[in-house]
């Protein structure tokens, strides 16, 4: 299995003070429930934090992940995506899932990780939305990691992945939840209330 790195170095700006992956799903730390499902598909699972002792790391105690210091998470999604690739160890492909996703589960992973199987002809692999819209999880081939060097900003990856749409296999995943995240404090109420799907 290849590795699997969780992105969780955002600051939740938009929830008031609480922090997004701390909130209670299922009884359990959302960030803890990623990291539980990641580590359900067998392979090595990576947390990437803004520092080793940031009070995430808390949520990931007795679990079998490495915890990824990233020093750039304070300048956005690509200062954090640009630290943690460049710490992955040698690899033929790796997987990348936002801490945020509410809905995501290890089913939504084996999926995608068997669309690169089943699909080798392609260079990224992600999930999308029921009606086609690309999201997450995504696979990228390890010949993308020097790209990851030269990402900059708050636009995450879509410098890299815009360009190669022709060399990305989308994998329809149930719903909206490929792209569902919840950033205010409204959307977890509405999502617990039914509202968000």
Same mark, same amino acid.
């Given at each position: 299995?290849?590795?699997? *790195?969780?992105?969780?170095?955002?600051?939740?700006?938009?929830?008031?003070?609480?922090? $997004?992956?701390?909130?209670?799903?299922?009884?359990?730390?959302?960030?803890?429930?990623? @990291?539980?499902?990641? !580590?359900? !598909?067998?392979?090595?699972?990576?947390?990437?934090?803004?520092?080793?002792?940031?009070?995430?790391? @808390?949520?990931?105690?007795? !679990?079998?992940?490495? #915890?990824? @210091? #990233?020093? &750039?998470?304070?300048?956005?999604?690509?200062?954090?995506? /640009?630290?943690? #690739?460049?710490?992955?160890?040698?690899?033929?492909?790796?997987?990348?899932? =936002?801490?945020? *996703? #509410?809905?995501?589960?290890?089913?939504? %992973?084996?999926?995608?990780?068997?669309?690169?199987?089943?699909?080798?002809?392609?260079?990224?692999?992600?999930?999308?939305?029921? &009606?086609?819209?690309?999201?997450?999880?995504?696979?990228?081939?390890?010949? *993308? /990691?020097? +790209?990851?060097?030269? =990402?900059?900003?708050?636009?995450?990856? +879509?410098? %890299?992945?815009?360009?190669? $749409?022709?060399?990305?296999? *989308?994998?329809?995943? $149930?719903?909206? /939840?490929?792209? =569902?995240? !919840? &950033?205010?404090?409204?959307?977890?109420?509405?999502?617990? @209330?039914?509202? =968000?799907?």
């Amino acid at each position: 299995m290849i590795p699997i *790195l969780i992105l969780a170095g955002g600051g939740s700006t938009r929830m008031g003070g609480r922090d $997004k992956l701390m909130e209670d799903v299922g009884g359990q730390p959302l960030l803890r429930q990623h @990291a539980r499902q990641a !580590l359900a !598909l067998g392979g090595p699972v990576f947390v990437a934090l803004p520092a080793a002792d940031h009070p995430r790391a @808390a949520a990931l105690a007795g !679990l079998d992940v490495q #915890v990824l @210091a #990233v020093a &750039d998470a304070a300048e956005g999604m690509s200062g954090t995506m /640009r630290g943690a #690739v460049a710490m992955l160890p040698k690899c033929e492909a790796f997987m990348m899932v =936002l801490a945020d *996703l #509410v809905a995501i589960d290890a089913s939504d %992973l084996r999926r995608i990780d068997q669309a690169r199987t089943d699909n080798p002809d392609f260079v990224i692999w992600r999930g999308a939305t029921a &009606d086609g819209k690309s999201g997450h999880p995504i696979i990228f081939d390890a010949s *993308l /990691r020097p +790209e990851f060097a030269k =990402l900059h900003g708050d636009g995450g990856g +879509e410098a %890299l992945v815009n360009p190669r $749409k022709a060399q990305t296999h *989308l994998t329809p995943l $149930k719903g909206r /939840r490929a792209r =569902l995240d !919840l &950033d205010t404090p409204q959307d977890w109420d509405d999502w617990r @209330a039914g509202r =968000l799907t």
